[in-house]
Nanobody, 123 residues
Framework: QVQLVESGGGLVQAGGSLRLSCAAS????????MGWFRQAPGREREFVAL????????YYAHSVKGRFTISRDYAKNTLYLQTKSLTPEDTAVYYC????????????????WGQGTQVPVSS
């Protein structure tokens, strides 16, 4: 079965950085658009970044553009999210997800989800 397993979260101070990872198994990694989403306490899950399977193109939410970088290692079947200049507003549980669609930021259009990794950012 498909498994997406996130790691790399943890407490970080404002201005700091983290690299999140998502190890994928049970799916043809190169045939899936992979995305990062996050959910802060009391808020809906929101799109953060995606990388398309078709051309490797990346797309970011306005709130993280210029601070976060999404990438993927096809040999390791692993998705990454490099973050920097974190603020308390980035505090959330971060999820990776996969879809066969291209360029979608819609949560409901992703078929597979990881269990999430927490990223608390202290001020």
């Amino acid at each position: 079965q498909v498994q997406l397993v996130e790691s790399g979260g943890g407490l970080v101070q404002a201005g700091g950085s983290l690299r999140l990872s998502c190890a994928a198994s049970g799916l043809t990694f190169g045939s899936y658009t992979m995305g990062w989403f996050r959910q802060a306490p009391g808020r809906e899950r929101e799109f953060v970044a995606l990388i398309n399977w078709s051309d490797g193109g990346a797309y970011y939410a306005h709130s993280v553009k210029g601070r976060f970088t999404i990438s993927r290692d096809y040999a390791k079947n692993t998705l990454y999210l490099q973050t920097k200049s974190l603020t308390p507003e980035d505090t959330a549980v971060y999820y990776c997800a996969g879809t066969r669609r291209i360029g979608t930021t819609i949560t409901a259009e992703y078929d597979y989800w990881g269990q999430g990794t927490q990223v608390p950012v202290s001020s």
